[in-house]
């Protein structure tokens, strides 16, 4: 791991003797001519909590779909906890340990916040087809279980008087934050959240980080999270990673990037501002 | 505030009592010979389209893709029952077992392989693939008349469908896929048709799911395929064309896409229509209607029961204009959730008048 050193200082202090949970090294990917992402390298720790930023159209969404294999990488590799994905596929690498939220929300609509959470504990329970279709007392201790289990993650966002509801009618910010409990349902050892607070005002936000602290702290687990709302990244991010053109221009700590005249410049360019932070 | 439910062993008790109920009455019915030949066939064949329209709404409805060839899982099961039946290996009572069991065997096999390329196709495409499917199956069995007697067809099949196998294979077929769908591997059916990328990220194997769910389709549709030919006695290739899948997919979509209920109710009104017209043709009240009005109606309610399809090809376009949905829409019929809201809204009405209340 020696010789991919300039990646780790991002990691904080207290991950720094332990393994990556996640490492990329060189991932790129072309679409057509278009080389969208290039060269992105990352180390992230067992229990940190990262920010990826820059500008609209940077490639941040599509580091997601790389990290999740929505997209197959042109280029470089990606780790999770020291195993090569190289061959797997998203269902694969949900496995592996990563979950993720989606930037344009993707919730089962059609069927109730319960059933939402329970699809992202399906791989936590283990009867068969033929044990559900008779009933089989593993079937019954197995959805009991899940149920409860399924309830106590939509508690950490109050969400539990929801539990029958139709996804598709609940308000933006609730559909947000079940694709984060439906997320953590699988289990992850690293949460992929794509833009958590877009669309919910300061108090939602507010909350929101609270929250992903609150997740971090008890499921002793690594958040990677994209971000354009400065304040949020500022705050809960003990690592940011700083991306332009498909290219990471900067990474370090808040306080390190703030002040990074690349990343200014960035941001300035396309009229954004990480000044206001 | 705590709603109240009926316990899962009273649901599950009231609705076994339920289905024998049905089935004495049925019996009764079919057997002591009140019913006339034509309408108990209809009773017959009204079972057969529930096994299909409930089994395609497994793949149409729940995991929203839209197959065109169920009629040639159909002609599989049929032809595969048939030539077990007719064997006669085995005394009848396991016979009947034995050559459903392997009619759905072997169309579930058919499920498989078309369960495949369903993988890469959606939409249109996979519309067309099935579509050629059926067609094949059909052109093939016309081909291998050593087999299958070809285009003569196939003679002498054992009469094995009785109301009392149709019945049992009813309910096991409503009861299988609705406990398929109440379970884990139900709900990742469900979640690929919302959402095939959310569902892979939450570790979902949605090739797995795919072809199990074409495979549980088919195995049904071959069930429902054998006992045809128990009934007909007979078998000819032409029974399974692509009218017939379309006459099944009609049922759904009318029923409702994802709504079991809605497929039986639809199923059952469909098929009894011609019968049902007829009957009302000849319905000694039309005589009292004025001079040549009773000749008209009678001209009419005739040309419908002769005229099916181009009956629900109109019911169809209605459905689309009045409720795209279907009959039901994705709402499942629940005897026990029924009794729960009869029983919560007079507890309510004790309380209090009003009360906000959600299913
Ligand atoms: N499937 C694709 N095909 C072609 N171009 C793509 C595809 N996905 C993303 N891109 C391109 O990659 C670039 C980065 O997009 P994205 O990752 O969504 O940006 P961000 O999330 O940082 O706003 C954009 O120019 C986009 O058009
Ligand atoms: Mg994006």
């Known amino acids: ?277 | 505030m705590k709603q109240f439910h009926i316990p899962m062993p009273v649901r599950y008790g009231m609705n076994t009592i339920l289905i024998i109920a049905l089935l004495l009455v049925g019996h009764l019915l079919m057997e002591s010979g009140v019913l006339p030949r034509a309408h108990a066939n209809n009773v017959i064949q009204v079972g057969f389209f529930i096994i299909l329209a409930v089994s395609l709404n497994l793949t149409a409805g729940y995991l929203g893709q839209l197959p065109l060839g169920h009629a040639g899982f159909m002609a599989v099961g049929a032809y595969v029952g048939a030539i077990f039946w007719r064997s006669g290996l085995l005394p009848d009572g396991a016979s009947i077992v034995v050559g459903l069991l392997f009619a759905g065997l072997v169309a579930a096999l058919f499920g498989v392989m078309i369960g495949i390329p369903a993988l890469r196709l959606r939409g249109d495409y996979l519309a067309i693939i099935t579509l050629g499917f059926g067609e094949m199956i059909r052109v093939l069995i016309n081909n291998i008349p050593t087999v299958t007697g070809g285009a003569q067809g196939l003679l002498g099949i054992p009469r094995h469908s009785s109301f009392l196998v149709v019945y049992i294979c009813v309910v096991i077929t409503c009861v299988a896929v609705h406990m398929l769908m109440k379970s884990r591997h139900g709900r990742a059916i469900l979640s690929i048709r919302e959402n095939e990328i959310a569902a892979e990220s939450c570790g979902i194997n949605t090739t797995y799911y795919k072809v199990m769910a074409f495979a549980f389709s088919a195995f049904f549709a071959g069930v429902a395929g054998a006992l045809f030919a128990g009934n007909l006695g007979i078998l000819v290739p032409g029974e399974f064309g692509f009218m017939t899948s379309i006459n099944i997919l009609m049922i759904v979509v009318l029923g409702g896409m994802g709504s079991m209920a809605g497929a039986v109710i639809a199923a059952a009104i469909l098929t009894s229509l011609p019968l049902v017209m007829q009957g009302l043709a000849h319905f000694h009240v039309i005589s009292y209607l004025p001079g040549a009005s009773e000749h008209i109606v009678r001209y009419i309610l005739q040309w419908i029961a002769q005229h099916r399809m181009i009956i629900y090809a109109l019911l169809l376009i209605i459905a689309m204009i009045a409720k795209p949905t279907g009959l039901l829409g994705n709402y499942d019929f629940s005897l026990s959730r029924i009794l729960e809201k009869l029983i919560r809204r007079r507890n309510v009405g004790k309380a209090e008048k009003g009360g906000a209340d959600h299913g």
């Open chain 1, 1 to 277: 791991m020696g010789k991919h050193d300039p990646r780790t200082p991002l990691i904080p202090e207290r991950d720094q003797d332990k393994r990556p949970v996640m490492e990329c090294v060189g991932l790129g990917i072309d679409f057509g001519g278009l080389t969208a992402v290039d060269d992105f390298n990352i180390a992230i720790g067992p229990t940190e909590i990262c920010g990826l930023i820059g500008p609209n159209g940077a490639g941040k969404t599509t580091i997601f779909n790389l990290l999740t294999k929505v997209y197959q990488p042109t280029r470089g590799s990606m780790y999770l906890e020291g195993i090569d994905t190289r061959h797997m596929n998203t269902m694969q690498a949900n496995k592996a340990g990563l979950a993720r939220t989606f930037q344009n929300i993707r919730l089962f609509r059609e069927l109730t916040v319960l059933d939402n959470v329970l699809v992202g504990l399906h791989n936590e329970m283990s009867y068969n087809l033929g044990k559900a279709i008779l009933r089989l007392p593993a079937y019954w201790r197995s959805e009991r279980i899940a149920k409860e289990r399924a309830m106590e993650l939509l508690s950490i966002f109050h969400m539990q008087d929801m539990a029958y509801h139709k996804a598709g009618s609940l308000p933006y910010g609730s559909q947000r934050r079940l694709e984060i409990v439906r997320a953590l349902a699988t289990n992850p050892a690293v949460l992929l959240l794509d833009e958590p607070a877009a669309g919910m005002n300061p108090a939602e936000t507010e909350g929101l980080m609270e929250n992903i602290k609150k997740i971090q702290e008890t499921f002793q687990i690594a958040v990677f999270l994209i971000e354009h709302d400065m304040h949020l990244v500022m705050n809960i991010c003990e690592g940011v990673a700083v991306l332009n053109y498909g290219r990471l221009i900067a990474k370090g700590t808040p306080a390190q990037i703030q002040n990074n005249p690349k990343v200014i410049e960035a941001y300035l360019g396309t009229g954004g501002g990480v000044a206001d932070a």
